[in-house]
C-alpha cells in the first residue's frame, strides 16, 4: 500500500503549470527522446523530500514507483533504490549491493530520460562495474536503446572520480560517434571530468579525435581549458 500513499503525495502537491514546463524541458514532443513521458508537476526538491520517509521502502514497492507512467514516481523510486545502494556500501554488505544492482538493471527500461539516468548510474551500476563485475557493460554499450548506452557511459563517472580512466575512455571511444546528441553531450562531458583530474589524458584522446568527433561533445569536453586551447582544438574540427 506504500505506493499508493506516494501516489496520492504526488497528485497533492503536483501542479499543471510545473507538469507543462517538465514536458517542454525533457522533450515530450512527437519525435523527441522524451515522447510519451507524463508528468505530475512535481519539482526535484519536492520529490527529494516525498522520498525521505520511505528510504527503506521494500522492493516490491520500488518496482511499481520505476513502473509508474509518471517521471516524477520513477524519479523517486530511484532516489529510493541509490540510497538503499549507499546503505549497503556503508555496510559492506555486498549481497545488497549486489541484489540491488540486478534489480536497477532489470528495470532500466524505466530509467528513461537524461536526468534518471544521470542521477542513478554512478552511484549504482558505476559503482558496480569497479567493484564488483562489470560483464553487463558491454550489454549497455552495444544495446540499441539511447538510454542503455547512457547509462554506460554515465557509469564511469565512478570510475573517473577513482582516478581511473583506462575504461572509460574506452567507452568513450565506442559510444562518442553514436547519433544522439544526448549520447555527445554524456561522452563530452564525462571527457572533461577527466581533463579535469589528468589533463594529459583528455589532450592525448583529443588529439586522435578532435578533428572528427561530434562538435557537441568537443565543445563539452574542452569547457574548462583556457581560450588558446579551445581555439587550438575547435580549429582542427572538419567543417
Given amino acids: ?26 522533450k515530450t514532443k512527437k519525435g523527441e527522446y522524451g515522447e510519451h513521458d507524463l508528468f505530475l508537476g512535481i519539482s526535484v526538491p519536492a520529490s527529494r523530500k516525498i522520498s525521505k520517509p520511505y528510504l527503506s521502502l521494500e522492493m516490491l514497492e520500488i518496482e511499481k514507483l520505476f513502473n509508474s507512467k509518471f517521471h516524477e514516481e520513477r524519479s523517486i523510486g530511484i532516489q529510493i533504490l541509490v540510497a538503499q545502494y549507499q546503505a549497503a556500501i556503508k555496510a559492506k554488505d555486498l549481497s545488497a549491493q549486489k541484489k540491488i544492482y540486478k534489480k536497477y538493471f532489470s528495470w532500466r527500461h524505466q530509467v528513461n530520460n537524461w ?19 562489470d560483464v553487463d557493460l558491454e550489454v549497455l554499450r552495444k544495446s540499441k536503446s539511447l538510454w542503455d548506452r547512457r547509462i554506460a557511459v554515465i557509469s564511469m563517472f565512478y570510475f573517473i572520480r577513482q582516478n581511473s580512466f583506462t575504461k572509460p575512455l574506452k567507452i568513450i571511444e565506442g559510444l562518442l560517434y553514436e547519433p544522439e546528441d544526448l549520447m555527445h ?32 561533445a568537443l565543445r563539452y569536453a574542452i569547457e574548462k581549458m583556457d581560450d588558446k586551447e579551445r581555439r587550438h582544438f575547435l580549429n582542427k574540427v572538419k567543417l
Fill in 1 to 26: 500500500m506504500t505506493y499508493k500513499k506516494i501516489h496520492a503525495e504526488c497528485l497533492r502537491i503536483g501542479t499543471l503549470e510545473k507538469a507543462e514546463s517538465s514536458k517542454r524541458f525533457f
Fill in 115 to 133: 536526468d534518471l539516468v544521470d542521477s542513478s548510474a554512478p552511484s549504482i551500476s558505476g559503482h558496480y562495474y569497479f567493484h564488483h563485475e
Fill in 185 to 216: 553531450k554524456a561522452c563530452g562531458w564525462m571527457l572533461r571530468e577527466i581533463g579535469k583530474r589528468e589533463k594529459n589524458e583528455l589532450v592525448l584522446f583529443l588529439d586522435h579525435h578532435s578533428k572528427d568527433m561530434p562538435r557537441t
